[in-house]
């Protein structure tokens, strides 16, 4: 029953996360049913019973949740609240990041909930360090992201990790500092210190970084760059502390205990050195973890590791299938928000691979071959997932992973606990032991950068519906099941449904406009049947985020784009040419159009003139402005921004940048068309979309690329 009950309240948990309004509060009073229905001797009436429990508890945790929600009539007002320092403030480019949990709301008549607030400081930031109690100015919104298909959700992320608002601090001097009371928070007292520590004994070395990763969890000096290496080795898992890093430091303790503990033979008859060992295993991974600050995926790998322990310490005869629905269980009811992160699908069905190729099968005494084994399966086990989830699946994992995993476990890991370890007391023993761990992680480095240029090391495709999935788990089952080649064949033709998805798109002499969410800001993708074009790439917040990689880029991987064949950058605002750079690194562009191409940094770009004409699959594309020989091709600003007008059949689009007034009078003056759908000049400004314009053009739709 555990396993299929455990199946069941992880269902009935998922499916109350998919619902778009929360179910009323008054269901909560089916628990006592739900509960008395566990103990009924039939089966099918058990396992309803374990379904509605997990629906019940998700709606109870959800209910919860939402009471803390931001109140949208607060929105954008100035609010003083006093609250301490929560966590490691993160140094950005324009300020500090941290988080504030709230101590008490000041000068408000509504009684409000919200309690855990993510927190920017932008200008005359001061020291702040975990634990300090201050009074601040806020301006406060409800957490969101950008809704875009295929890109990050943030808003998900930030609900998950129980954040109830976010904004920044207002600048001056009124923002004070009430009391630096350490004790509130010692162990986020203690990772900064182990922080600054660090860096100062890896100062300047490119390692840095990944040492920082695997010891305290803080991943903010990893590289853009370095992510991508990662990414396409399928090795992104290693530089986040979860159920490997956990495992690998309980299954050293454990190893060292036992051994240390049956050399005392006076102690070994009443406490045996499995139970001792055991003990000091989950001290050791309790102690990790919160060295990693308790993030998330920490917490759901410790829980994981623990039901493992303490079955050795209840000395509890258990089968690996139990223990593992054991743990999702816990998992789950410690929170029931964990089925939203691909990491806690990802993590589970990882463990339960390994499981299914290793348990009651015949072994190889090459211990190589069994770790390849294992990769190869685990790597092909979770391509359904991969694909659900991002879209896109590294060919070459199993090979990174048969190398890394070792490696990072057996040195990186260990050489670089002891030393932070070491910090503490001796900066001379440390220093050596932490340049050997940056020297050993620049070892695999070198090697998962070299494999990572290979032209086929990641495999982009589209995301799967259900039935494929399903399918596609069904044909892996066959192909890892013992057996000969012939038996493997139906699993290789049901994994195929998932491998050749064909892309959505318009019909001949049609074609599909998206607008897509970059906050203040635009960047609009025209699709014809077998060609693409990108107007505008969003602004550009910081030196590692911009819209171009956070938005553009996600947005054409999940609609199965390949290459952009015709870039137009209006102008050089950077609300329209920020993602520039991280577009053109992520697609290869037959032709780019700006009014700005000087700026562009490639001899490839043209300037946009209106007379450019094309045909693409019966559509046909225009650029209106600016007039070659006009003022507006020299003159600096709005008004230069290239205008883009396209047809197909009776209906039309125009993309009009951010042309103002003057722009607008000169189109009208050379008899510019009626449209269909209009994308708002300069994104609903007062200076622009003039009524003489707005009457000549005369669109049924118009949309304005606004913020929020």
């Not at 009073?29 to 058990?46: C, E, K, Q, T």
């Not at 309690?115 to 300090?132: E, I, K, M, N, T």
């Not at 051994?259 to 009443?270: E, F, T």
């Not at 199993?398 to 900066?427: E, H, K, Q, R, Y």
Request: proline share 6%; with cysteine; hydrophobic share 50%.
């Amino acid at each position: 029953m555990m396993r299929s009950g455990t199946v069941a309240f992880v269902g009935g948990v998922l499916l109350l996360q998919q619902a778009s309004v929360l179910p009323s509060v008054s269901w909560l009073f089916l628990f006592p049913l739900a509960i008395s229905g566990l103990f009924s001797r039939r089966a099918i009436v058990r396992m309803l019973a374990a379904f509605g429990m997990g629906v019940l508890w998700a709606l109870a945790f959800a209910t919860l949740a939402l009471d803390r929600q931001w109140p949208m009539e607060l929105e954008g007002q100035d609010l003083w609240v006093e609250g301490y320092v929560s966590n490691l403030p993160q140094q950005h480019e324009r300020g500090v990041e941290f988080d504030l949990m709230v101590n008490r709301w000041e000068n408000l008549g509504t009684k409000l909930n919200a309690r855990h607030l993510r927190l920017r400081w932008y200008q005359a930031v001061p020291s702040l360090h975990p634990g300090q109690l201050w009074r601040l100015q806020v301006r406060l919104k409800r957490p969101r992201g950008y809704m875009n298909p295929g890109g990050f959700d943030y808003e998900s992320w930030l609900f998950r990790n129980g954040v109830d608002a976010t904004g920044y601090v207002k600048v001056g001097a009124h923002n004070l500092l009430l009391t630096d009371r350490a004790q509130d928070y010692p162990v986020q007292r203690l990772r900064e210190s182990l922080r600054e520590r660090l860096r100062q004994q890896l100062v300047a070395n490119p390692a840095q970084g990944f040492i920082l990763a695997l010891t305290l969890g803080e991943r903010e000096m990893l590289e853009d760059s370095q992510w991508e290496v990662m990414q396409r080795t399928g090795t992104n898992h290693l530089m986040a502390i979860s159920g490997l890093h956990i495992g690998l430091v309980a299954a050293w303790s454990y190893l060292v205990m036992f051994g240390l503990w049956r050399l005392i033979a006076s102690n070994r008859w009443r406490w045996p050195a499995q139970v001792v060992a055991a003990w000091a295993s989950m001290l050791s991974a309790m102690v990790y973890a919160a060295m990693a600050g308790f993030a998330i995926p920490t917490q759901r790998a410790l829980i994981m590791v623990c039901v493992v322990l303490l079955s050795l310490i209840l000395r509890r005869a258990t089968t690996p299938g139990r223990t593992l629905s054991l743990a999702a269980l816990l998992v789950t009811l410690y929170d029931p928000f964990a089925v939203l992160a691909p990491g806690f699908w990802l993590s589970f069905s990882a463990v339960g691979l390994i499981l299914y190729v290793s348990h009651g099968r015949v072994t190889v005494n090459n211990k190589w071959w069994r770790w390849g084994h294992i990769q190869w399966a685990v790597s092909l086990g979770l391509l359904p997932l991969l694909m659900l989830f991002f879209q896109q699946a590294s060919i070459i994992s199993p090979l990174a992973n048969a190398v890394a995993i070792p490696w990072v476990s057996l040195m990186v890991v260990p050489l670089s606990l002891i030393g932070t370890l070491f910090t503490l007391c001796s900066d001379a023993l440390a220093g050596p032991i932490l340049t050997l761990a940056a020297w050993a992680m620049q070892v695999i480095w070198w090697l998962l950068q070299t494999i990572s240029q290979w032209d086929l090391a990641v495999w982009h495709g589209l995301a799967p519906s259900w039935w494929r999935i399903l399918l596609a788990c069904l044909g892996i089952m066959i192909i890892l099941a013992p057996g000969g080649l012939g038996i493997k064949l139906p699993g290789v033709v049901l994994l195929l449904p998932i491998l050749s998805i064909p892309p959505e798109r318009p019909s001949e002499s049609e074609l599909l406009l998206s607008v897509l969410d970059v906050g203040q800001g635009l960047a609009a993708v025209v699709e014809t049947r077998r060609h693409v074009l990108v107007f505008d790439t969003g602004p550009r917040f910081s030196r590692v985020f911009d819209t171009g990689k956070a938005v553009v880029t996600p947005f054409l991987r999940a609609k199965g784009w390949e290459r952009i064949d015709t870039l137009v950058i209006s102008h050089g605002d950077q609300d329209h040419i920020g993602g520039y750079a991280s577009l053109r690194k992520a697609f290869p562009v037959k032709r780019l159009l700006s009014s700005v191409p000087s700026t562009l940094g490639t001899s490839e770009a043209e300037l946009c003139l209106a007379g450019h004409h094309w045909l693409w699959d019966g559509v046909v594309f225009d650029v209106l402005h600016p007039r070659p020989g006009s003022s507006f091709v020299k003159r600096p600003g709005n008004n230069r921004s290239c205008v883009l007008r396209v047809s197909a059949g009776p209906h039309s689009l125009i993309l009009v940048g951010d042309i103002e007034a003057e722009a607008e009078q000169a189109l009208l003056g050379r008899g510019i068309p009626e449209t269909t759908v209009l994308v708002v000049p300069h994104h609903g400004s007062k200076t622009s979309s003039t009524e003489a314009f707005i009457q000549q053009l005369a669109p049924q739709w118009a949309l304005i690329p606004a913020g929020h």
